[in-house]
């Protein structure tokens, strides 16, 4: 590969994460109002409705931690029209939240977060359940966070049991280990501005410095390659058992999560387009 041809292949890279980005930034700012209902739970409603989808897709995201599920959410939650549900979303606003408004869940899950530790299963449960009106949303749902293990994904069986709707499916993005901890070791994070790089895929102009505010980068910690397969392990241990269960229930479908983020959208696109297509020819 001669230089021109790499810095075009470099730009055109760049390019690509920025249109990344500005979908995220939309699809935050047109889902902010829409998902009142779920940062707020109670008896909080979304100003502003999503247009009714069709169909309207009420989906599940698995996938370990490097694979993009994140930017995959935002892609799917702004093409799609579906709402993007994330557990981690009700905790942080949950946070900025006046106490007055805080449920009794709510403020024991602040409790365990204060301290550290992780949000017991019923906890989590409690706080889905004072949302279940997200659960019936017009343009669908995508849940992010949730389930983690067995007994939530059972837990959610019954929830939407209860307002009569279904999961469409359950979207497993796969990537090996090894280059899961590429992705994530290469990561470099501005010690000021906090923006991401990366040495390989998206590296600063100048090696080690922040292409927007001009400081220094550094590895996060939990970025060390150590770091990354201790959470791996942990990420497996939960997870396998909750992919069988879906398995099981012939909802689980698995997106290879390799390539440009255009590239695995599309393809998570076409494996939901193709399971439309048998369920209705079973029909």
Not at 95 to 123: H, N, Q, W, Y
């Amino acid at each position: 590969m001669t230089a021109r041809t790499g810095d075009r292949a470099l730009e055109v890279r760049r390019a690509e994460i920025r249109r990344i980005v500005r979908a995220r930034l939309k699809s935050m700012h047109q889902n902010r109002s829409d998902r009142n209902a779920w940062l707020k739970g109670g008896n909080a409603r979304c100003e502003v409705l999503p247009e009714p989808a069709r169909p309207p897709r009420r989906l599940v995201l698995l996938g370990a931690p490097g694979v993009g599920k994140g930017t995959q959410a935002a892609l799917i939650s702004a093409r799609l029209g579906t709402c993007h549900l994330s557990t981690g979303d009700i905790f942080r606003a949950a946070k900025c939240s006046d106490e007055c408004e805080r449920t009794p869940a709510v403020l024991r899950a602040l409790e365990f977060m204060r301290r550290g530790e992780l949000v017991p299963d019923e906890i989590v449960l409690r706080l889905v359940s004072e949302r279940s009106v997200c659960l019936r949303c017009r343009g669908g749902f995508l849940l992010d966070g949730f389930p983690r293990t067995v007994r939530q994904a059972e837990a959610l069986e019954e929830v939407l049991t209860e307002q009569k709707v279904a999961l469409d499916a359950v979207v497993n993005f796969d990537l090996p280990l090894e280059k899961i901890v590429a992705r994530l070791s290469g990561r470099r994070t501005c010690s000021i501005c906090k923006a991401v790089f990366h040495v390989d895929a998206l590296p600063p102009r100048i090696a080690g410095i922040c292409d927007h505010c001009g400081s220094g980068l550094y590895q996060r910690e939990d970025d060390r390659p150590e770091s990354i397969r201790v959470r791996m392990d942990e990420y497996l241990k939960s997870t396998v058992p909750l992919v069988e269960f879906y398995r099981r229930r012939e909802l689980l479908v698995s997106v290879v999560a390799e390539g440009t983020p255009e590239q695995i959208f599309e393809r998570t696109v076409a494996v939901l387009n193709a399971r439309d297509k048998a369920d209705a020819a079973s029909c």
